[in-house]
């Protein structure tokens, strides 16, 4: 613990440092010397915390502070107790219980739909319409119009309608769920013909065939894992069949010898049985981003004029919004959904709807570089060149770390792309006392944390997944690290 001293050697612990000593001083009379909770909390530094925090997260605080000092003492591992540093102890443990366990992080990954650092990061406009929308009331559910009750899905549906030429579109939690709602509503207690190949985990250990299952429809499952054509849907289809769903691959590809039936061939076929076509396109693409080298994410725009009857995809992903699940389609089976019990628990709120609305409607603006998603992925090579140059610079300046650039690679990441990369150039950073994943560690552990990459003895990092404004933070942080001033 931070608060003891002693002239005795110290010994890395997992969880800090503690004091080893042979001290004449007694177990007893050390646990004497622990002051009292009341006589800590009259200290000023203690009385300001308290005022901070409330009386009784103080008393909480301070007490797991005097046990734990207590236990070292017990263990023999206490050879003396410093007051200030109990306060201290205390004013750290505090503050850590009262600090936010969330919080922002600089990627410099290169994965710009880094699943574990909360997928794609929300437009500004967004978030300006978000905190309008939550500051006050909103019309969420009011129909300014009539004076009478509304729907909270017309603030999307509309713009989904422009966008995408929808005749109706839903809302709710995340992709899976939309997947869920729609097959349950669809096609419980009936067949739901998929191919083999197309039956993915996706992260998290969530399968398609345990969304199927729990949404109460049964899965025909026909082809191969390599090879399925229209005529094995075809020869599936039965008295008890309702739905041939159609799954984007997500986070992974199958080459070589290889057969999928286009998604036209699939509608036809549906549409003869009067059955019908879902497609669950998962990350969420909007326009057509092949010019950029992003290929096999055809725009959902694309599947509707194929004519499938629902297609559903995610908010956070290619999208670049918040986190949700969106469903477009056909206006009877999409009223069918909304009329599911289930949609009101997977519904999102005004929150979520606020910050998809802005989100679509800089689509329809063409204010494409607004949406982070989309500028970090239509960013060139070049450009990244020129802003990792100068960090370059920078970093180089800085005692004991060497910079260089070097060529590499981006990915999309969140279940997009597999296989597929940006390419990009990287920040490479040595160090003449500390190894790379020192390097990787200290940053990782900092405030704010900035993350990056470990590759042969190198701390890289990637400024395609780095704002501007965060190039100034990751340049001081070289300056103060190991010392450095």
Known sequence: MGMLTSSSRCVEMANGYTMESSSSQSVAGLLRLIPAVDELLNRPGLRDMEKRVGHRLAVEVTRNVLRALRDNISRGTVAEISTEAVEAEILKEAEAEIGFSLQPVINATGVILHTNLGRAPIAREALEHLVEAAAGYSNLEYDLERGERGKRDVHTERLFRSLLGAEQALVVNNNAAAVLLALNTLAEGAEVIVSRGELIEIGGSFRIPDVCAKSGAVLREVGTTNRTRAGDYAAAINERTRVLLRVHPSNFRVVGFTERPALEELVDLAHRHNLLL?????????????????????????????????????????????????????????????????????????????????????????????????????????????????????ISACPGFTATLRDGQSVIGGGSTPGQTLETSLVAVRHRQHSATRLEENFRLRKPAILGRVEQDEFLLDLRTVSENEEEKIAQAFNKLFGNQ
Do not use: W
Not at 378 to 389: F, P, V, Y
């Open 278 to 394: 879902m497609e669950d396109l998962g990350s969420g693409c909007l326009i057509d981003l092949s010019l950029k080298g992003v290929r096999g994410e055809l725009p959902a725009g694309l599947s509707l004029q194929a004519g499938a009857d629902v297609v559903t995809f995610s908010g956070d992903k290619l999208l670049g919004g918040p986190q949700a699940g969106i469903l477009v389609g056909k206006r009877e089976p999409l009223e069918r959904i909304r009329k599911n019990p289930m949609f009101r628990a997977l519904r999102v709120d005004k929150l979520t709807i606020a910050a998809l609305e802005m989100t679509v409607s800089l689509y329809l603006q063409g204010r494409l570089d607004s949406i982070p998603a989309l500028r970090m992925i239509r960013l060139s090579k070049e450009q990244i060149a020129a802003r990792a140059g100068r960090l370059v610079e920078k």
